[in-house]
């Protein structure tokens, strides 16, 4: 019997089981895919909104103003990427400007600091690429860039080393109540539980729905979007947001923490869960929208496109917290934008009522740290130099773009929660990101993967699942 079973091993579900590992609780998270963040919380803006345009009262505006403060100690915590490099939202027609007013207004009663209203040659002091249509910019310092990969495995690491199971490659199929909490039946095994954390994505609604009567629908709304190589990635300093619509924040377009240009993501609800193809009519729209804000933006530089999913629920807002018909389930559903940026929150908002409705005791032994995989391509050549004496692996570069060791590599797989497949191996180290999407390096880190994990060829993956890069030999 486990004290809570969370469902989803995105940001949100990680970010609520490193806030329970410090407390003496027995804790799993059950997760579909291979690793953590295989779902939305791999393919999004990577930003660490300030929190000016969520509604006032609104989940959205508390979560994601105290998740934004609390982001860059957390960075310093679990070392991972994050840099405040501010953010604008651009004004095209005069008779739009009370619309900056309006979201100026909104952030201060939401508590963020440093909002300011700018026009004029300011405007392109501070970003010499903008559309000379820009009539007026919100300025929010406090607006951030963060490495959504890395985020989420640190979250999940930090758990799992202070005691938090991980399963993976397992779906959940039903949910039960019982009489001391919930059954969760999976296709491999069944899990008691007392409390249930929903943090599944797109599929919270069909959780949520199994175990009460009052009835969630989310709907996924896919955005598609471009990467630029890092030779773009000076294009712009500050995140550059157009006025939002109904349909959310608009076409940004935005330096990454890695160097690169990100641009992106169109709005369309589709009803498939699964649906994260890009198209052409897609790319092309997002194109269109994002010289409005910079005509010469270097789309010609593009490395990659992809899309992401983002779960609206039918009331715009998050969905948080113990479900009244089903005492002991816990909602974290409809997480859609600026969920990234409210995860930190949201997990100590669900963890503090878990830990109250359990009566659990905090944990004397409980480590907040944790040190990510050394990053050759960051380091002065005395730091390397010295790595290398230690572990000569480091200094066999196996990915030319992204300048990632094998050390990097072996590092990355052996570590908690280590990487099973070429996709984890790229999320956790940065080979195969780079301007050749992993052509080079692939055959290279396969090998790296069979050799530590004791594997045979055939069974080494991109993704997990029946994603094999290869079928069989042509000769022995």
Same mark, same amino acid.
């Given at each position: 019997?486990?004290?809570?079973?969370?469902?989803?091993?995105?940001?949100?579900?990680? &970010?609520?089981?490193?806030?329970?590992?410090?407390?003496?609780?027995?804790?799993?998270?059950?997760?579909?895919?291979?690793?953590?963040?295989?779902?939305?919380?791999?393919?999004?803006?990577?930003?660490?909104?300030?929190?000016?345009?969520?509604?006032?009262?609104?989940?959205?505006?508390?979560?994601?103003?105290?998740?934004?403060?609390?982001?860059?100690?957390?960075?310093?915590?679990?070392?991972?990427?994050?840099?405040?490099?501010?953010?604008?939202?651009?004004?095209?027609?005069?008779?739009?400007?009370?619309?900056?007013?309006?979201?100026?207004?909104?952030?201060?009663?939401?508590?963020?600091?440093?909002?300011?209203?700018?026009?004029?040659?300011?405007?392109?002091?501070?970003?010499?690429?903008?559309?000379?249509?820009?009539? &007026?910019?919100?300025?929010?310092?406090?607006?951030?860039?963060?490495?959504?990969?890395?985020?989420?495995?640190?979250?999940?690491?930090?758990?799992?080393?202070?005691?938090?199971?991980?399963?993976?490659?397992?779906?959940?199929?039903?949910?039960?109540?019982?009489?001391?909490?919930?059954?969760?039946?999976?296709?491999?095994?069944?899990?008691?539980?007392?409390?249930?954390?929903? =943090?599944?994505?797109?599929?919270?609604?069909?959780?949520?729905?199994?175990?009460?009567?009052?009835?969630?629908?989310?709907?996924?709304?896919?955005?598609?979007?471009?990467?630029?190589?890092?030779?773009?990635?000076?294009?712009?300093?500050?995140?550059?947001?157009?006025?939002?619509?109904?349909?959310?924040?608009?076409?940004?377009?935005?330096?990454?923490?890695?160097?690169?240009?990100?641009?992106?993501?169109?709005?369309?609800?589709?009803?498939?869960?699964?649906?994260?193809?890009?198209?052409?009519?897609?790319?092309?729209?997002?194109?269109?929208?994002?010289?409005?804000?910079?005509?010469?933006?270097?789309?010609?530089?593009?490395?990659?496109?992809?899309?992401?999913?983002?779960?609206?629920?039918?009331?715009?807002?998050?969905?948080?917290?113990?479900?009244?018909?089903?005492?002991?389930?816990?909602?974290? =559903?409809?997480?859609?934008?600026?969920?990234?940026?409210?995860?930190?929150?949201?997990?100590?908002?669900?963890?503090?009522?878990?830990?109250?409705?359990?009566?659990?005791?905090?944990?004397?032994?409980?480590?907040?740290?944790?040190?990510?995989?050394?990053?050759?391509?960051?380091?002065?050549?005395?730091?390397?130099?010295?790595?290398?004496?230690?572990?000569?692996?480091?200094?066999?570069?196996?990915?030319?773009?992204?300048?990632?060791?094998?050390?990097?590599?072996?590092?990355?797989?052996?570590?908690?929660?280590?990487?099973?497949?070429?996709?984890?191996?790229?999320?956790?180290?940065?080979?195969?990101?780079?301007?050749?999407?992993?052509?080079?390096?692939?055959?290279?880190?396969?090998?790296?993967?069979?050799?530590?994990?004791?594997?045979?060829?055939?069974?080494?993956?991109?993704?997990?699942?029946?994603?094999?890069?290869?079928?069989?030999?042509?000769?022995?």
């Amino acid at each position: 019997m486990y004290d809570i079973v969370i469902i989803g091993a995105g940001v949100t579900g990680c &970010a609520v089981a490193r806030e329970l590992a410090k407390y003496q609780l027995k804790t799993v998270v059950l997760e579909k895919s291979e690793d953590v963040c295989c779902g939305t919380s791999k393919a999004n803006s990577a930003i660490v909104h300030a929190g000016f345009d969520a509604e006032p009262g609104t989940w959205k505006a508390k979560m994601n103003v105290i998740g934004s403060r609390k982001m860059e100690a957390l960075s310093k915590e679990l070392d991972f990427p994050y840099k405040r490099n501010g953010s604008m939202v651009l004004c095209f027609e005069e008779e739009d400007y009370y619309k900056l007013e309006d979201l100026k207004k909104q952030g201060i009663e939401n508590g963020v600091e440093g909002l300011e209203i700018i026009t004029g040659e300011k405007i392109w002091e501070m970003e010499p690429n903008l559309s000379k249509n820009v009539k &007026a910019m919100l300025y929010a310092p406090t607006g951030a860039i963060v490495c959504p990969f890395k985020l989420t495995i640190a979250l999940a690491e930090n758990a799992n080393v202070n005691g938090v199971d991980f399963v993976f490659d397992t779906e959940v199929k039903n949910i039960k109540k019982t009489a001391e909490g919930y059954k969760i039946e999976t296709a491999k095994d069944c899990y008691e539980t007392k409390c249930i954390v929903n =943090a599944a994505g797109v599929y919270a609604d069909v959780f949520h729905n199994m175990v009460s009567e009052k009835k969630l629908s989310i709907v996924p709304r896919k955005g598609e979007y471009c990467l630029m190589d890092k030779k773009a990635g000076n294009f712009v300093s500050h995140t550059i947001f157009q006025l939002p619509t109904t349909m959310g924040k608009g076409v940004l377009i935005t330096p990454t923490v890695h160097g690169n240009l990100l641009a992106g993501p169109t709005a369309e609800n589709i009803e498939d869960k699964e649906g994260i193809n890009t198209t052409g009519e897609g790319i092309a729209k997002m194109s269109k929208m994002a010289k409005l804000s910079a005509e010469e933006i270097p789309l010609n530089m593009v490395i990659t496109s992809f899309a992401g999913l983002r779960a609206v629920e039918k009331g715009k807002d998050f969905v948080i917290g113990e479900i009244s018909d089903a005492p002991g389930f816990f909602d974290a =559903a409809g997480i859609q934008s600026p969920g990234l940026s409210s995860a930190p929150a949201i997990g100590e908002y669900l963890a503090e009522c878990i830990v109250g409705k359990l009566q659990a005791e905090k944990k004397e032994d409980f480590n907040p740290r944790r040190k990510d995989i050394p990053c050759v391509a960051e380091m002065s050549k005395v730091e390397l130099k010295a790595l290398i004496e230690e572990n000569p692996l480091y200094g066999n570069v196996i990915c030319r773009c992204e300048t990632v060791t094998e050390g990097e590599i072996v590092n990355a797989i052996r570590r908690p929660l280590g990487a099973k497949s070429l996709d984890g191996v790229k999320r956790r180290t940065r080979a195969g990101m780079g301007r050749c999407q992993a052509g080079f390096c692939a055959p290279k880190v396969m090998e790296i993967l069979e050799r530590e994990l004791g594997k045979s060829p055939l069974e080494i993956t991109k993704a997990g699942g029946v994603s094999r890069l290869l079928t069989g030999k042509i000769k022995e």
